[in-house]
């Protein structure tokens, strides 16, 4: 693949193949500390939704001590998703007259589709559901020192599925840039 072939732009910046999956690869630079700012903020304990406390003694300090965390549903999972709607930008790609791009537009469409549908899956079947005594839909995790790494365990889940989706759109890229495209229409490459 020539380099220029990559570069080579219209008037518009889809019409660089190359933008689309690098749009896609730097997305979370944003969407990551947004979106764990915001659920950090969600998290709650028992008694602040109305549920028994956990145990005040050390056992939740201990090194084998489960507590229990909480954060509502709604917010959570929007907290996850409107920042990672920004994974769906190179959609815009399709608008290219190059049809390089237009395939790039849709390569990386469908990853960020995939990327945005991650912490949906990982709320949705990895988590407990429980409806507390106000009426509120709140996931429930155990959390224990020894499983502590910095962050929650829904945050762990999502970020780690997040960062072996990053990798996966890494290699789509390199096959992409790899493959022999023929093109006819006027030309262009």
Do not use: H, K
């Amino acid at each position: 693949m020539d380099s220029a072939e990559s570069t080579a732009g219209g008037s518009w910046p889809w019409d660089d193949w190359l933008l689309a999956f690098v749009w896609i690869l730097m997305t979370p630079i944003v969407t990551v500390p947004v979106s764990a700012a915001v659920f950090d903020g969600l998290i709650r304990q028992p008694e602040e939704i109305g549920l028994t406390p956990n145990s005040r003694s050390a056992a939740c300090r201990e090194l084998f001590g489960i507590c229990y965390e909480y954060a509502e549903f709604s917010p959570t999972l929007l907290a996850f998703i409107l920042p990672g709607l920004m994974n769906l930008l190179p959609i815009l790609w399709i608008l290219s007259a190059r049809p390089r791009a237009r395939l790039a537009g849709v390569v990386a469409g469908l990853l960020g589709l995939f990327r945005l549908s991650i912490p949906v899956m990982v709320l949705l079947l990895g988590f407990d559901r429980i409806t507390a005594p106000d009426g509120g839909s709140y996931l429930r995790w155990a959390s224990s020192p020894l499983l502590d790494l910095g962050l929650s365990v829904p945050e762990e889940s999502v970020w780690t599925l997040g960062a072996l989706a990053w990798m996966g759109c890494l290699i789509v890229l390199f096959l992409f840039w790899t493959l022999p495209f023929d093109v006819t229409e006027e030309g262009q490459r």
